[in-house]
C-alpha cells in the first residue's frame, strides 16, 4: 500500500498541497485528476519519493518510500541530452536490451532525439531491473500505443495523473481529484457517472444533477405529471460541474 499521512508542501511560503491523505492499495488503478496548477504534479513527485512534503509523510508497505520500488516517469524528465539510451540504462544494468525492448526504445538514440514519450518510457525502463510493483505516469498528453499497452499490462498499482478523464478512463477504476491542493473526490470511478433531468414548469426551466444509478427526480416528476427530459453528460462534464474547483 502506498499511503500519505497528512502531507503539505510548500514553496516559497505557498501551500501547493494541503493536507493531504491518500492510501492507495496494491494491484489499484487509479487517477489523480486535477485543472492546471491544481498540485498533481506535486502530489505525484511526492507520492514517488523525489520530493519531500513539508508536513506529513509518506509510506510504501509501512516503510519510507524506496525510489527502486517505484517506477516513475515524471511530467518532464530530465536526461543529458548528448547521452546515449543505452549509457543511461547502463546506470542501473548492463543487460539492459530486454527492457529497452519492452518499452519500444532505441539503444542507440540520443536523448536529444527522443520524443517526450519515449524519455517517459526510458524514465520507467530505469526502474525495471529492479521490478517494480507501482507505476506513476505523470501527464499522459500525446501518448503512444506502446506507452498506453505498457500501463494497461503493468502487474501492479497503476498511478496516472492527468487533467481530463476521457483519455485514462479505460485505465483505471478509481479517481481522485484534487483542486487547489486538496482533494475533492475519492471513490469509485462509476460515482463520476451521472445523467441531468431537465423538465419545466410554472416557475421557468430547471435542471438536476442525478447520478445514473438513481432515479428518484424521475419518480418524483412521474408522480406529479411533469414532462422531463434525460440527458447524457460525460465524467469530465461532471469533474468540472462538481470538483474541478471546489
Given at each position: 500500500m502506498?499511503?500519505?499521512?497528512?502531507?503539505?508542501?510548500?514553496?516559497?511560503?505557498?501551500?501547493?498541497?494541503s493536507?493531504?491523505?491518500?492510501?492507495?492499495?496494491?494491484?489499484?488503478?487509479?487517477?489523480?485528476?486535477?485543472?492546471?496548477?491544481?498540485g498533481?504534479?506535486?502530489?505525484m513527485?511526492?507520492?514517488?519519493?523525489?520530493?519531500?512534503p513539508?508536513?506529513?509523510?509518506?509510506?510504501?508497505?509501512?516503510?519510507?518510500?524506496?525510489?527502486?520500488?517505484i517506477?516513475?516517469?515524471?511530467?518532464?524528465?530530465k536526461?543529458?541530452?548528448?547521452?546515449?539510451?543505452?549509457?543511461?540504462?547502463?546506470?542501473?544494468?548492463?543487460?539492459?536490451?530486454?527492457?529497452l525492448?519492452?518499452?519500444g526504445?532505441?539503444?542507440?538514440?540520443?536523448?536529444?532525439?527522443?520524443?517526450?514519450?519515449?524519455?517517459?518510457?526510458?524514465s520507467?525502463?530505469l526502474?525495471?531491473?529492479?521490478?517494480?510493483?507501482?507505476?506513476?505516469f505523470?501527464d499522459?498528453?500525446?501518448?503512444?500505443?506502446?506507452?498506453?499497452?505498457?500501463?494497461?499490462?503493468?502487474?501492479?498499482?497503476?498511478?496516472?495523473?492527468?487533467?481530463?478523464?476521457?483519455?485514462?478512463?479505460?485505465?483505471?477504476?478509481?479517481?481522485?481529484?484534487?483542486?487547489?491542493?486538496?482533494?475533492?473526490?475519492?471513490?469509485?470511478?462509476?460515482?463520476?457517472?451521472y445523467?441531468?433531468?431537465?423538465y419545466?414548469?410554472?416557475?421557468?426551466?430547471h435542471?438536476?444533477?442525478e447520478?445514473?444509478?438513481?432515479?428518484?427526480?424521475?419518480?418524483?416528476?412521474?408522480?406529479?405529471?411533469?414532462?422531463?427530459?434525460?440527458?447524457?453528460?460525460?465524467?469530465?462534464?461532471?469533474?468540472?460541474?462538481f470538483?474541478a474547483?471546489?
Open positions: 502506498l499511503k500519505a499521512i497528512n502531507v503539505t508542501k510548500e514553496f516559497h511560503g505557498n501551500v501547493v498541497i493536507n493531504v491523505n491518500l492510501e492507495v492499495r496494491d494491484n489499484d488503478k487509479v487517477a489523480i485528476i486535477g485543472l492546471h496548477n491544481s498533481k504534479t506535486v502530489l513527485e511526492i507520492l514517488s519519493g523525489e520530493i519531500k513539508t508536513q506529513g509523510k509518506v509510506l510504501l508497505d509501512g516503510k519510507k518510500v524506496n525510489n527502486r520500488k517506477a516513475y516517469a515524471p511530467q518532464i524528465p536526461f543529458i541530452p548528448t547521452m546515449k539510451v543505452k549509457e543511461v540504462m547502463k546506470y542501473v544494468t548492463d543487460n539492459y536490451d530486454p527492457f525492448d519492452e518499452l526504445l532505441d539503444k542507440e538514440k540520443r536523448i536529444r532525439d527522443l520524443s517526450l514519450d519515449e524519455k517517459k518510457r526510458l520507467i525502463a526502474s525495471l531491473p529492479f521490478s517494480p510493483k507501482h507505476l506513476l505523470d499522459l498528453s500525446s501518448i503512444s500505443n506502446i506507452t498506453k499497452e505498457f500501463i494497461r499490462k503493468f502487474n501492479g498499482t497503476i498511478i496516472l495523473a492527468h487533467h481530463n478523464l476521457k483519455e485514462v478512463w479505460d485505465l483505471i477504476d478509481k479517481v481522485v481529484i484534487i483542486s487547489r491542493g486538496r482533494i475533492t473526490f475519492n471513490e469509485n470511478k462509476e460515482e463520476l457517472l445523467k441531468i433531468v431537465k419545466v414548469d410554472e416557475e421557468g426551466e435542471e438536476i444533477w447520478k445514473t444509478k438513481e432515479d428518484y427526480a424521475e419518480k418524483i416528476l412521474k408522480e406529479r405529471g411533469v414532462k422531463f427530459d434525460v440527458l447524457g453528460v460525460t465524467p469530465d462534464e461532471v469533474f468540472l460541474y470538483y474547483r471546489a
